[in-house]
């Protein structure tokens, strides 16, 4: 049915890259979610008041409250959607991942809340009155609720929004906490015991965990995480497609949001080439970056002397040295500068984050590996894995 939905009111709908058709499913997810949220509040608040079950007020009241996270969540897609302006040049998409970053608290609280309201129950347990009603009023929420997930999680895949993600994650958690009521007011009249507290209690922790896994990978996004090493190596591979690129280093991903990522890199090329010829090679590969991937990407062109005797020498004493020091450290951007009295070797270091060495110990520890004849120094620039 959403499917329909989608294609019905929803230009362009396989579009998944387009930032108005995101913004439009969003919305339309939103409004659903409203209708759904207002509709299983009122069945459930009528009926908790009839049969005086607090448990079941208080799920009521957490599905208005989802109503009040899916307004949240429309506004959210439609502040997303505006393009880039003078204060914002890189867009608005972040917005999503705040919205997000909210619902999750939400969940938090209502996690705590229901925990609060289990001891209670514990301490102070209620009579137990079922009805039928009771249990056809919760089938159709725990229903309506999974589908809810089912379309929201589809969607947020489809078309990677993190919001959508963050709505399904939170229709899950109303379908595990209506499931403890179901259980609860099923098994309470059968042993005599009523459950409701103790069911609160499991269905709860069960949110609360749920909420954080959802809150640290939003949280990771706007921090800003270590790129996926695939998705870093696919770059990479484009990169090094053109033979007239050497080497690549110091990549750096910055992910403003769905579809509006920007990407640099430094590239080494042999010093001896044309450079308007590899400047219209490296235009070439950012273009390719861009079409297969959709990544404005620029590079830095590094000239390196290829086939230099001189240059080489030092740089096989560098490595052996390197090696011998941490098999983990790679080294890169390799050139030298000669002098009368001594020599300068210029590159830069990459270590894993771990490393618990200084730069000056480092530097050490790399010289006195080295055996040359000549007084040399290292200009060492420390740098990170990128993926």
């Known amino acids: 049915m959403i499917s329909f939905l989608v294609s019905k009111f929803v230009k362009n709908a396989s579009d998944t890259k387009s930032a108005d058709v995101r913004s439009a499913v969003g919305t339309l997810c939103g409004w659903i979610g409203i209708c759904n949220n207002i509709f299983l509040f009122l069945i459930k608040f009528i009926i908790g008041i009839l049969v005086t079950s607090v448990s079941i007020q208080a799920d009521a009241i957490n599905n208005l409250t989802d109503a009040g996270s899916n307004i949240i969540s429309i ?78 999680k589809k969607l947020s895949k489809v078309y990677e929004s993190s919001l959508l993600e963050a709505t399904a994650l939170d ?7 209506t499931t403890g009521v179901l259980l609860s007011t099923i098994l ?64 750096i991903l910055h992910d403003y949001g769905p579809n509006k990522q920007f990407a640099s890199a430094h590239v080494e090329v042999d010093s001896e080439n044309d450079i308007f010829e590899i400047h219209d090679h490296i235009d070439n590969v950012e273009r390719a970056v861009k079409e297969k991937m959709g990544i404005e990407l620029v590079l830095h062109m590094d000239p390196v002397r290829v086939n230099d005797p001189k240059t080489e020498y030092y740089k096989e004493k560098v490595k052996d040295a390197i090696c011998l020091c941490n098999p983990e450290w790679k080294f890169h951007d390799f050139r030298i500068v000669t002098g009368p ?47």
Do not use: C
Request: aromatic share 12%; hydrophobic share 45%; glycine share 4%.
């Open 341 to 387: 009295t001594h020599d300068n070797l210029v590159f830069d270091l990459v270590i894993p984050f771990e490393e618990t060495k200084t730069k000056k110990e480092i530097e050490n520890d790399i010289l006195s590996h080295m055996n040359v004849d000549k007084i040399i120094y290292l200009v060492i620039t420390i740098d990170h894995p990128f993926a």
């Open 171 to 177: 229709s899950i958690s109303d379908v595990l906490g």
């Open 75 to 152: 506004i959210s897609f439609y502040f997303s959607n505006k393009p880039a302006d003078k204060d914002h040049p890189y867009g608005h998409q972040r917005s999503e991942s705040i919205a997000s970053l909210f619902v999750g608290v939400i969940i938090v609280f209502l996690g705590f809340e229901m925990i609060k309201e289990s001891v209670i129950k514990i301490i102070h347990p209620q009579e137990i009155d079922f009805r039928w009603i009771t249990i056809l009023i919760l089938l159709i929420s725990i229903s309506v609720k999974l589908w809810m997930y089912s379309y929201n």
């Open 188 to 251: 309470s009249p059968i042993i005599h015991f009523n459950l409701d507290g103790y069911m609160g209690i499991v269905v709860s922790v069960i949110i609360l965990w749920n909420a954080y896994n959802l809150l640290k990978e939003v949280i990771n996004s706007l921090i800003g995480q270590a790129p996926d090493s695939d998705f870093v190596n696919e770059i990479v591979d484009i990169i090094l497609s053109d033979a007239r690129i050497l080497g690549v280093h110091d990549f």
